[in-house]
Structures are given as C-alpha cells and as structure tokens.
C-alpha cells in the first residue's frame, strides 16, 4: 500500500514537471502560472525533462515491486497526461476533449488504483465505476477552473481549449454545471441504497464550505474577468482543502466508531 501510494506520488509529480515543461512558454505569460519553477527559470527544461523521466522510473519500480499486476493501470495513467501535453496528441487544445482527458486522468484512473488494490477490478466494475462519477465530474469542473484562469495566455498561444473556443461565460456555467451534479449524485446513490445514509450528513456539513466559493462563483458568472476567476481560485484552493480535511476525518471517525 505504502509503495503503490509513492509510486502515484511519483507518477502524479512526473507528468506535472512534463506538463511545465511543454507550457513554459506559455507559462510564463499566465499571471497564475508564471512563477512554477520551469516557467520562472528555477528549473532548466532539460533538468525537468531528466527529473521527469526519473521519476517515472521510480514509479514504475515501486509499482513492481509491489503489485506488478498494476503496472497496465500505471502505464495508461502516465500515457493519458503525457498525450495531454506532449505533441503530437496535445489533448490540451482539443475542446471537450481537453476536460474529459482531466476527468478520467485525475478522477477515474487514480480511483481504479486504489480500488484495485484491495480487490480485483473485475469483481465490483460497474459499482466501482458508477462510485467514481462524482469524482470524474469534479475533475472536469476542476478544469475548466483552470482553463479559465489560463483563458488569456492560452489565446494568445492559440491553445483551444474548451473556454477559449467557447467564452469564458459558457465555460463558467458548464463549470457550474458539472459541479453541481458532483453534489448531486451521491444523493441519487443514496436513493438507490448504493451508498449509506450516515454519510449524508457529511454532505450537509461539507455545504457550508461551498457556500463561500459559490459567492465568488456568482461573481465570475456575472463579470468573468481575470481577477474574478483568480480570486475564484483562491477561494477554491483554501476552501477545498478544508474540505478534503473534513472529508477525511469524518470517514476516519466513521471507521473507528463503526457508523
């Protein structure tokens, strides 16, 4: 368990150093992006290009090591957000394509991991991919956050991306959307008696720390400028890992008391 999470750490870091390397051009002339260290030139394309690489490899001898029956799940993990950067593919500038690659790279496929370590995948599929669609949706919001925020730069860069085809407008409501349904269907799970009632209250606690980003959502929605959408980021950022702290105990206590 302890080498596969180090294994994802590693492949995770591997394919975001790949990514600043590809766009730090582009990078350097986004006002949230412009100080990561390929962009800011902390770190020369080449060292990043030889870190990623390495930390691939790291990856690939935890994993096995410790369960060489991941290594496929592993592989296309890394050949989805490789595709995502690199040329030719560059499904960063496919519109639709470029938030859905986001949603099955960092929603699903991580889930499939995880879930594959305690039992085999073929055994629960369909639960475990209907378990994993709150989470596909909120990757492709998350996304489309960050495309907003990189709407200029990557104009410029003729990038087109979802929200530089179609407006930062549409691309705040179909955010807003998406995110939406994220809270919605845990509660049509519940419904169908696909997950327990003891974890709606969660649900309800976790609302409160929503209402704060729909606010700064509101204002996107009404004057989708740069400073709006950043100051959407900050909220997102501060308020999302208070949520994922919340979420994480709340699951912890429930696991201890047995509720």
């Given amino acids: 368990m302890i080498f596969i999470s180090f294994a994802f750490l590693f492949a995770t870091a591997s394919v975001f150093v790949l990514n600043q390397f590809f766009d730090r051009e582009d990078d350097k002339e986004n006002v949230i992006k412009s100080d990561l260290l390929v962009a800011s030139g902390k770190m020369a394309p080449r060292t990043a290009l030889v870190f990623s690489f390495s930390l691939i490899a790291f990856c690939l001898v935890l994993v096995i090591s410790a369960d060489v029956n991941l290594i496929p799940l592993f592989l296309i993990y890394l050949a989805f957000w490789t595709a995502y950067s690199a040329p030719p593919f560059r499904l960063k500038a496919v519109p639709i394509v470029d938030f859905i690659i986001s949603g099955i790279g960092a929603g699903l496929l991580p889930f499939l991991i995880g879930a594959s370590i305690s039992r085999p995948l073929a055994n629960n599929l369909l639960v475990i991919l209907l378990s994993a669609i709150p989470l596909i949706l909120a990757h492709c919001s998350g996304h489309i956050l960050q495309a907003l925020g990189d709407y200029e730069a990557d104009r410029k860069a003729e990038i087109?991306?979802?929200?530089?085809?179609?407006?930062?407008?549409?691309?705040?409501?179909?955010?807003?959307?998406l995110s939406l349904a994220t809270g919605v269907f845990p509660f049509i799970y519940a419904g169908f008696?696909?997950?327990?009632?003891s974890y709606i209250p969660l649900f309800f606690i976790l609302l409160s720390f929503c209402i704060p980003i729909a606010r700064r959502y509101i204002n996107v929605l009404e004057d989708p400028t740069t400073e709006n959408v950043v100051t959407l980021h900050k909220a997102v950022r501060k308020y999302g890992i208070l949520i994922m702290l919340v979420v994480g105990i709340y699951v912890l206590a429930g696991k201890i008391l047995a509720f």
């Avoid at 008696?193 to 009632?197: A, I």
Wanted: charged share 15%; no cysteine.
């Fill in 160 to 177: 087109q991306t979802f929200v530089v085809k179609y407006g930062r407008k549409k691309g705040t409501v179909l955010m807003g959307l």
């Fill in 193 to 197: 008696g696909l997950l327990s009632l």
